[in-house]
């Protein structure tokens, strides 16, 4: 179903499943990118190493120089992937020098706009009131109280290390930072170190294992959904590699500009769908987002403008409008006052 003309088209199954409370909703760089105005990991690496005054003949300035020239030439980001960056920052910087680093260039500003993180939020929380978001980004600004004085006060968050078991519980209710997190004043990391180079993702993928063991784990009972990343992104790469395809099973989706052919072939090999929206054009994809959000918090007043809206009949509707009144479930509108029914289903 889209919700708009020249929008994505986001698979029944996946509308039904966040419904359902069945997905966990996976959030990249691109969603603090897209109205807050923070960098990707590719710029937050680049702001860190003029923040620390690296010299022009370090490894990490050099490589830094060669990863935006490949992808200026390839008209693509993420060849040469941020964590060999941070890598080689490690070999001539304390951690506590780069995360702060790190964290002065992520403070947001006071007039800060916060409204994609709650877009997200809103499509996160189950019609129980469940929170079902895991987030790789250091930023606070998905559980700021100065943001988000409507939010409930106990809104419980995890900080790597220390992860939920989902198997020691019947469901998943926070806001997880799977990477680490700034703390309230952004001078460091809080609750432990940000995961940012070569080494740490190693040691949260492989070697300590804790990241991969909560992602089986989210994969094993929920649908995941990428929004803010891309097919190359390091956290994608190390979520991914090494779990076996056949028991993804739930299914995953990740949201890619791009025609749906391309955008489908970067995703494909990782065993994720992809969810495509016009090349560059992000606006159309926050649209869907929040277009999706309203129908979130609201699913009988959505449901109700829909049906409104076939009263135009199927010849003054847009292919995308017929679609949405297709996708309308049997069960809502039986449950419709009798009278209502019989108004408005001929018109359906």
């Not at 909703?25 to 690496?45: Q, T």
């Not at 941070?86 to 007039?111: M, Q, W």
């Not at 943001?147 to 809104?155: A, N």
């Not at 009263?311 to 209502?340: C, D, V």
């Amino acid at each position: 179903m889209r919700f708009f003309e020249d929008g994505p088209t986001i698979p029944d199954e996946l509308l039904t499943a966040r419904d359902e409370g069945r997905v966990v909703f996976f959030c990249g760089a691109g969603v603090s990118i897209a109205r807050a105005g923070l960098p990707d990991f590719l710029g937050l690496a680049e702001s860190v190493v003029a923040k620390l005054r690296v010299s022009a003949d370090s490894s990490a300035y050099k490589l830094l120089n060669e990863a935006r020239e490949i992808g200026l030439c390839a008209g693509a980001d993420g060849l040469i992937p941020a964590d060999r960056i941070f890598g080689l920052l490690e070999r001539e910087f304390f951690p506590r020098y780069i995360e702060s680093a790190v964290t002065e260039v992520l403070k947001p500003s006071p007039n800060v706009d916060p409204s994609a993180h709650k877009i997200l939020l809103d499509l996160a929380t189950t019609p129980k009131g469940e929170i079902r978001l895991v987030t790789t980004n250091f930023d606070r600004l998905f559980d700021d109280p100065c943001l988000f004085k409507d939010r409930r006060d106990e809104l419980q968050t995890w900080v790597a290390p220390h992860l939920p078991y989902l198997s020691h519980h019947d469901e998943m209710n926070g806001i997880v930072y799977l990477h680490g997190r700034a703390n309230k004043e952004y001078t460091t990391s809080g609750d432990g170190r940000f995961i940012l180079s070569s080494a740490q993702f190693d040691r949260a993928y492989l070697a300590e294992g804790w990241a991969t063991r909560f992602f089986k784990e989210v994969m094993a009972c929920h649908v995941v959904v990428f929004v803010g990343y891309g097919a190359d992104d390091p956290p994608v790469h190390y979520l991914l590699e090494g779990i076996d395809q056949e028991k993804r099973s739930n299914g995953m989706y990740a949201f890619q500009s791009g025609v749906p052919d391309e955008a489908a072939a970067k995703w494909r090999h990782k065993g994720v769908e992809a969810i495509a929206y016009p090349k560059g054009c992000h606006r159309t994809l926050w649209e869907t987002l929040e277009a999706w959000a309203q129908k979130a918090r609201s699913p009988d007043a959505w449901y109700e403008s829909i049906i409104d809206l076939a009263k135009k009949g199927p010849t003054n509707l847009q292919p995308h409008e017929r679609g949405q009144i297709a996708y309308i479930p049997e069960f809502w509108i039986t449950k419709r006052p009798k009278e209502r029914r019989e108004n408005n289903l001929v018109a359906v």
